[in-house]
């Protein structure tokens, strides 16, 4: 499978992104996806993840009622609408896939090539 993250930028405190993330050379549905990211001097961490069917999510405390995940399986497309961004949320975005049916925040096997937000104070 093949991740092609893009929708990341340079953004105000308190604005919004949506970043996307489109697969290919597999069957969508039958992966969890996931948002991680990584900022500089950090270890990348595990965001937001999505099961096959797009109803269970999982996301980190930090995010929550700021960032929701998405998915269309039929563009083999995950989304991660980005609102009330703040300086701390800086970073390189990945999106990445696994087989199985809950999101999890660990065991991804393929990573797409990251994508860079960046949110002025």
């Known amino acids: 499978v093949q991740l092609q993250a893009c929708g990341g930028g340079l953004v105000q405190a308190g604005g919004s992104l949506r970043l996307s993330c489109v697969a290919s050379g597999g069957t969508f549905s039958d992966y969890v996806m996931g948002w991680f990211r990584q900022a500089p001097g950090n270890e990348r961490e595990f965001v937001t993840g999505?099961?096959?069917?797009?109803?269970?999510?999982r996301t980190i405390d930090s995010v929550k009622g700021r960032f929701t995940i998405s998915r269309d399986n039929a563009k083999n497309t995950v989304y991660l609408q980005m609102s009330s961004l703040k300086p701390e949320d800086t970073a390189v975005y990945y999106c990445?896939?696994?087989?199985?049916?809950?999101?999890?925040?660990?065991?991804?096997?393929?990573w797409g090539q990251g994508t860079q937000v960046t949110v002025s104070s």
């Open positions: 990445a896939a696994r087989r199985g049916s809950v999101p999890s925040a660990a065991g991804y096997e393929y």
């Open positions: 999505i099961s096959w069917s797009g109803y269970i999510t």
